[in-house]
């Protein structure tokens, strides 16, 4: 919405000097915008590395209803991603 009314300003200001002020406050405001965007907090991982190290096994239902081990996969790079869906 800011930029909106950045962009009416542009449009509507016939002076440059008040044209460079204005891109001046609108670099400075995409500057503040990207830094607080860098500086978000991250939640810590529960563990610290779980690389390399074994997933337990269990048995989930795949699609079609059928169980699902785990460990039919052993000796492959697996990616675990839980979603909590609404099938």
Request: zero cysteines; proline letters at 5%.
């Amino acid at each position: 919405m800011w930029l909106d009314w950045i962009v009416f300003f542009w449009l509507a200001v016939q002076s440059d000097a008040v044209r460079a002020q204005l891109l001046v406050v609108t670099t400075w405001l995409l500057l503040l915008l990207a830094n607080m965007a860098s500086a978000q907090v991250l939640p810590k991982p529960q563990i610290t590395s779980a690389q390399g190290k074994l997933a337990p096994d269990f048995t989930l239902k795949d699609q079609e209803g059928r169980p699902f081990r785990l460990a039919s996969l052993r000796g492959k790079r697996v990616l675990l991603v839980f979603y909590r869906g609404y099938w």
